[in-house]
């Protein structure tokens, strides 16, 4: 027979401590009372729990001592703070100081039971294991065992995570292993980049619409809070988000409801928010292009994901990975590195980071003829004494033409060696704006409809 799971419910407030005592029962948990700080501490010293609900006012302190004191003496014992409606301020310290969720008064019994669900969900699978963690985030350096740290530490908590980093260094990674870490792995995982949503689409596509709320609502829809109920809720690219939109988006993450395009009624979600962007976050918020309570309430841990010339140590066995997983898909034999390709990866500045990388191998993998690649098959950019930041000689994407072999044009000619620099520069250009077309174009100094058309022209699926 299990053993029946407990939880330790602290309030100075009778009815509420009973309240709780009975919802949390029905859920099968067998529960202690505390009405202040010292007599919580006395329980805890004399029991393990599950799980612990704290009210943030108590006659003899503050529910942040307790969440203080669990956090270092019970780490593995997710603790809830019970917070007054809209002190959304305390909400957040209390995440900050490491509780695992926050629930405010009137206590909503819905998500409650979500709450401790989620709570009870990673004390069973035992997630503080860092293992899984290593698995899916390689590398020895510092800083990535220093990453990996904390997103073991994160993972455990509901609170929500901004990602920083630079373009390619496997953000929407770091945000999946945070999901499959948590209490939430069992639940969905709904990515969503938000600056491939064009603004008059961006409400329905967050709460979803009613059948007929504009023209072109045929059914009804759910939306992507929707989607991602019980799970974790990935704003890629938060940085695009329209200042109407952000409104939005902030009323729904304090107050865990939404309400659908042409519905009268608010509907709750249970959604854990990460966010991550490769600009500068807070410097929007300087300038007034990003609001600075949303800011500050998706940016309640903020992790770095550090560049690829941060962790270079990281380079051998990380390139070996990749090209253990490219010739394997591709059924071939698995190649290795020469000693002058490593040295050149490791002059190289990687704009691009793992995802440049990535790319730079399966060309290389593409056009070698030996099973071991040397410098020159990796084509890298060679920089040039030029005016101004970038890859010098570089066309609007980033791209040095002098990646591709000069000899070509003794076979192909001249216009064959023109469209390749195209073919390059477009191909960048896309991996960069993840194949949004419109950012695409722009980052190109092009307009859409020329992009299309080269992107025809060259036979660019």
């Known amino acids: 027979m299990a053993e029946t799971r407990s ?36 329980q805890l010293a004399r029991n393990s729990y599950d799980l612990c609900l704290t009210d943030m ?3 003899d302190g503050s529910g942040m001592e307790i969440v203080a004191e669990i956090s270092q003496k019970h780490p593995n014992t997710p603790v809830a703070m019970i917070t007054a409606f809209g002190n959304v301020e305390a909400a957040v310290e209390a995440l900050k100081a490491g509780a695992f969720d926050f629930v405010a008064k009137p206590v909503d019994l819905t998500v409650l039971r979500d709450l401790v669900r989620h709570a009870l969900d990673l004390g069973e699978t035992q997630r503080n294991d860092t293992s899984a963690v290593a698995a899916r985030l390689y590398g020895e350096s510092p800083a990535m065992a220093e990453l990996r740290g904390t997103i073991a530490k994160v993972s455990r908590s509901q609170a929500p995570v901004y990602i920083a ?63 991602a109920d019980g799970g974790t809720l990935f704003l890629d690219e938060v940085a695009e988000l329209p200042l109407p939109m952000q409104v939005k988006l902030l009323r729904a993450i304090q107050e865990k409801s939404i309400r659908a395009v042409g519905a009268n009624t608010e509907v709750n979600v249970d959604v854990r ?16 292009r990003f609001r600075q309570d949303l800011y500050y309430r998706i940016n309640v841990i903020e992790l770095r994901v550090p560049p690829l010339r941060e962790r270079l140590d990281d380079l051998p066995g990380l390139s070996a990975r990749i090209l253990e997983r490219l010739a394997t898909h591709q059924g071939r034999a698995i190649p290795t590195l020469c000693d002058d390709a490593l040295e050149a990866l490791r002059a190289y500045p990687f704009p691009g980071n793992v995802r440049e990388l990535e ?22 950019p060679q920089p040039t004494p030029a005016t101004g930041s970038g890859t010098a000689g570089a066309g609007p994407a980033g791209v040095d033409p002098r990646t591709l072999d000069p000899r070509d044009t003794a076979t192909s000619g001249l216009p064959s060696y023109i469209e390749e620099i195209e073919r390059a520069a477009i191909q960048h250009a896309l991996q960069e704006n993840r194949y949004n ?10 307009t859409f409809r020329a992009l299309r058309y080269k992107l025809k022209k060259l036979g660019i699926d």
């Open 7 to 42: 939880a330790l419910v602290v309030d100075d407030e009778r009815d509420i401590r009973e309240l709780l005592v009975m919802t949390l029962g029905r859920m099968g948990l067998r529960c202690d009372t505390a009405s202040s700080v010292g007599d919580a501490r006395a």
């Open 57 to 59: 006012r108590l006659p």
């Open 165 to 227: 980093g630079e373009s390619g260094v496997g953000k929407e990674l770091v945000a999946r292993t945070i999901h499959a870490e948590g209490g939430r792995a069992n639940g969905p995982f709904v990515p969503v980049n938000c600056g491939a949503i064009p603004a008059e689409l961006m409400e329905s596509e967050f709460f979803g619409h009613k059948k007929g709320s504009f023209t072109g609502a045929h059914v009804d829809k759910p939306g992507l809070f929707q989607a």
């Open 273 to 288: 928010i990460l966010s991550a962007t490769h600009k500068d976050l807070s410097q929007l918020v300087a300038d007034g």
């Open 359 to 380: 790319n730079i191998l399966e060309r290389a993998l593409a056009l070698a003829e030996g099973e071991c690649l040397n410098a020159q098959d990796l084509r890298l």
């Open 437 to 446: 077309k419109t950012r695409t174009a722009a980052a190109l100094g092009i």
